[in-house]
């Protein structure tokens, strides 16, 4: 799978995958080896732009971390929204439905 990642969701990815690298227990949900999940992380794109998902089992964890993401982030833009921020829970917001696009 390839898409494309602007930096901010980059980083995003980039943060939810360093999770997945922590965790054995969460790798082996998925059934990546800690070889597999190091270098899926290695292949993120820190400044953004075209990223190649190599592998069925990678992708299966790619798209269960950010869809799992999105929905934390849905909760956080609610909270922004009820603080009065109404930019940036539509900013988040808008991020959230991305990762729901692109990891679906």
């Not at 069925?56 to 849905?74: F, I, K, Y």
């Amino acid at each position: 799978m390839k898409l494309r990642l602007t930096k901010n969701d980059a980083q995003e990815v980039l943060h939810k995958l360093g999770v997945l690298a922590d965790e054995p227990e969460l790798q082996e949900e998925y059934g990546l080896t800690q070889p597999k999940t190091d270098a899926l992380l290695a292949s993120v794109p820190t400044n953004g732009g075209e990223w190649t998902i190599a592998g069925e089992l990678e992708l299966a964890a790619v798209r269960g971390e950010m869809q799992d993401h999105a929905l934390v982030l849905h909760d956080i833009a609610d909270d922004a929204r009820a603080a009065n921020d109404k930019m940036e829970s539509r900013r988040i917001r808008q991020q959230a439905r991305r990762f729901e696009k692109a990891f679906k």
